[in-house]
Structures are given as structure tokens and as C-alpha cells.
């Protein structure tokens, strides 16, 4: 398959970390192995001695796992509209980072759902919810959508990933012929015909077309689930186009930070340029205001309303006794900095947007904590059974390692990939205007 020279050298710059996997890579696969392992053992605690080892109680019925599983979900339905909206737009500066973006939404939805799992106490029932499904659950809902949901998005990367598979196949790499195979099976025997190009052309815009829709459902039946119920703080129309703001916001940071770890492990600076970061900063700065306006709306509409019911989750969120630290730091680090750091030109810098954006996935997991945790612990009923750790939820170190082991997974996952294809998609480099200055080699231990 022919490549233009900017393409050929965007290539030849990535192919020793295809070729090799080396030393630095592998410590990281075992210290995320080791994490994943720790995970491991807690869920055989789980399993052997009953969800009381987690603390979740009778009231609190949700904790970490929930929250873990809407954060991760979120991060898979952002990257699918952002890199949907980058192809379709054919936004010249995207298109670097929508692999990144695509990479983002299959590891999610992979990782986003296992911890559904881990809040089911009879994993030997889990079959009854494809063979006995109750179509007016919620739930069943979610697992119909999220199943539709990875098949189209597995379809839509594999379709921008042919391309490329073509060019593994057709290039003296130095791997071995396993994943030479791999790479010949996958490309499908695409060469690149007039004819192949157009019907890829179409499948990926169609792909596109639908994944955008799709991801914008699938993240408002996640929002209904809550919205549907009666419980303060829940109970809320706006919570459909809440949760799809939110998801686009958190998965905007993540893809910041990892586009940031890249360009610094891979030496992709002429890739992942400074106007990458201040684009993806500003589209940061608007969705942060956007947040909170809706942020402000669910707070202010609770407490003017002044229902009893309501008004006592409120009190627990602004009560420095109780959850006002946690709230302030989500607003804080979620909204208001954000907005402040990439407004001044002075600190709309790569490193300062990439902190940022960290310091934003922080805050917006917190809010996800805030959604669940407190309006669980305010009951319609009194309470039967007084003890405080009946009464507040307080997270175990099971439910902690099995989180870590979580995040340790999306790790995981994304090392891998990249030692299978190339970060930045190189044959949709077609712009040839662009000339990137001399690159320093890549070592082949990286």
C-alpha cells in the first residue's frame, strides 16, 4: 500500500514500538499486573465471604463500583462522539488524536462494566439476564444498550484501523510472522482500489452517523435509571443531558492527559503538537461551563424547592461536617479551574492544561461519588438498625483494590494496544502541508 512521504515518515518514526515491546514497557505490564492481581484476591474475598467484607449495607446498597462504573462508561461514550464528530467534520488537527479517542471508548466499555458485576452477590445467576430479561427494568435497559453499544464501537475502530493494517502487512516490520499473520488476516486484503477506499469511506461515515446518536442514548438510559426513581437528588429531568455533558467533559480530560503520557513516552511532540493541547483546552474551558450551569441548576432547584426529603441531601452536600469538602473540591477542580487556566494565556500551556485535565477526572469521579453516596444514605423511612456503619457508607480496602485494579486494567489495556498499532493513525495523515521538524530516533526499548 503506497503512503505519501508524510505518512511514510510518520511510520517509519513509529515502527520501533511495534517491533519491540521493550524493558520500560514491560515493567509497567508487571506493576499492572501485580495491582490486577490485588484486585483479584479481594474478589475472592467478596465472593467466598459475602458482600460483608464491601461497605455496603442495606441502605447504601451502591458505592464504589457504581460510581467507577458510570465514570469508565462515561469515558467510552465521550471518545465515541469526539472521534465520531472529528471524522465526520474532518477536522484537519483531530485527526492525531482520534485513534486515541477511539482507543478510549473500546477500553471503557470494556473496563466500565465489570464493576456492574462486582455489585451482583450470585455470579452463578448472571445468565438469567439474557435468558429471563424483565424489559420494563431499567437495567435491562443498560445491558441491551452497552451490548449494541461496544459491537458498534469495536466496528467503527476496526474500520479506521484497516488502513494501517495494510501498511503492517506490507512493511518489512521486525516482528514476529504470528503478528505478521495478524496484521495479513486483519487488513482483509484491502490494497487500497478506488473502489475499497469509497465503500471504507461510507461504512466508517455511517459508522460515525451512528455511534454519535447511539452513545448519546445509551448515556441518557444510564441517567433515567437514576432519574426514574423517587430518591432526592436523583429524581430530575435534567439528568439526561447532565450525564451526556458530563461524559463528554471527563472523557475531554482523559484524552488530554493521555495524548500528554504519549507524546512524552513516544517522543509524538510533532504529532501532539501545543495547538492540539489549547484546541482540545478550549473544548475543555466550554464544556466546564456548560457543566456548571447544570451543576448550579440541580443544586439551586433542590434547595429553592425546599422539600424535606431533598433539602436534607443538599445540607449533607454543603456541610463541611459531612460532604462540603468533597463538594467544594468537585466544584472547584471540576468548574471553576478549567475555565481559569486555559482562559489566561499565560498558563495555556501543555503542561499546566494536561494538570488541569487531571486534577478535572479527579473532581468529576468525586461528583459521580456525591451523586450516589449521600442520597443512599438519606432514607424515606427511618432507619432499623442505627449503627454508623450502617448509616454511612464507608468504602473497604477490597472496594478500593478492586477500583485500583480497575484503573490498572484501562492501563494495561492501552500499553498493549500500542505495541500492536500505531498511536497516531498513519494513513489518515493526508495532510501533506504539514512538515514536521526532524525527530529525535526512538529508542527500542521504549
Not at 510472522?177 to 487488513?187: M, N, T
Not at 492540539?276 to 443544586?299: C, D, Q, R
Not at 449503627?387 to 472496594?399: G, H, I
Amino acid at each position: 500500500m503506497e503512503l505519501n512521504t508524510y505518512q511514510q515518515e510518520a511510520f517509519n518514526y513509529q515502527r520501533p514500538n511495534i517491533e519491540k515491546f521493550g524493558a520500560r514497557n514491560w515493567f509497567w505490564v508487571i506493576f499492572f499486573l501485580l495491582w490486577i492481581a490485588v484486585g483479584g484476591y479481594a474478589l475472592y474475598l467478596q465472593i467466598s465471604k459475602g458482600h460483608g467484607v464491601t461497605g455496603m449495607r442495606d441502605n447504601v446498597v451502591w458505592g464504589l463500583f457504581i460510581v467507577n462504573f458510570i465514570f469508565f462508561i462515561g469515558l467510552s461514550y465521550a471518545g465515541a462522539i469526539i472521534s465520531g464528530l472529528l471524522h465526520l467534520f474532518k477536522v484537519p488537527w483531530g485527526k492525531p488524536i482520534i485513534r486515541l479517542a477511539q482507543m478510549m471508548t473500546i477500553i471503557s466499555v470494556v473496563v466500565g462494566p465489570v464493576f456492574i458485576l462486582l455489585c451482583v452477590g450470585r455470579f452463578d445467576r448472571l445468565h438469567h439476564l439474557f435468558i429471563y430479561p424483565r424489559l420494563q427494568s431499567p437495567m435491562t435497559w443498560d445491558v441491551l444498550a452497552i451490548l449494541t453499544y461496544f459491537i458498534g464501537s469495536v466496528l467503527f475502530l476496526y474500520m479506521a484501523l484497516i488502513k494501517d493494517f495494510a501498511v503492517y502487512r506490507d512493511s518489512e516490520l521486525n516482528i514476529p510472522s504470528w503478528k505478521q499473520k495478524l496484521y495479513k488476516f486483519l487488513a482483509i486484503g484491502y490494497r487500497g482500489a478506488a473502489s475499497q477506499k469509497r465503500h471504507l469511506l461510507i461504512s466508517q461515515n455511517l459508522l460515525a452517523l451512528i455511534i454519535i446518536p447511539l452513545s448519546i442514548m445509551v448515556s441518557s438510559i444510564l441517567s433515567w435509571i437514576f432519574g426514574m426513581t423517587l430518591r432526592p437528588g436523583w429524581h430530575s429531568t435534567i439528568f439526561g443531558p447532565y450525564f451526556v455533558l458530563g461524559a463528554l467533559y471527563s472523557g475531554c480530560g482523559v484524552l488530554i492527559v493521555a495524548m500528554w503520557v504519549y507524546r512524552k513516552m513516544y517522543k509524538l511532540g510533532d504529532y501532539f503538537t501545543d495547538k492540539h493541547f489549547k484546541n482540545l483546552g478550549y473544548i475543555m474551558m466550554v464544556l466546564a461551563g456548560g457543566y456548571g450551569y447544570f451543576t448550579f441548576s440541580e443544586y439551586f432547584t433542590s434547595w429553592f424547592g425546599s422539600a424535606k426529603w431533598d433539602s436534607e441531601v443538599i445540607n449533607k452536600l454543603f456541610n463541611p461536617a459531612e460532604y462540603g469538602w468533597w463538594t467544594l473540591f468537585a466544584n472547584l477542580f471540576g468548574i471553576l479551574l478549567p475555565i481559569i487556566i486555559v482562559a489566561l494565556p499565560k498558563t495555556r500551556k501543555p503542561n499546566w492544561i494536561t494538570l488541569t485535565a487531571f486534577l478535572m477526572v479527579i473532581a468529576l469521579w468525586v461528583k459521580r461519588y456525591l451523586i450516589i453516596v449521600p442520597t443512599l444514605e438519606t432514607p424515606a423511612l427511618p432507619m432499623q438498625d442505627t449503627r454508623m456503619e450502617y448509616v454511612k457508607y464507608s468504602a473497604t480496602w477490597p472496594e478500593w483494590a478492586l477500583t485500583f485494579a480497575g484503573i490498572a486494567t484501562f492501563l494495561l489495556f492501552f500499553t498493549i494496544i500500542s505495541k500492536f498499532i500505531t498511536v497516531v493513525p498513519v494513513s489518515g495523515l493526508e495532510d501533506t502541508s504539514h512538515h514536521p521538524v526532524q525527530h529525535e530516533e526512538p529508542k527500542a526499548t521504549v
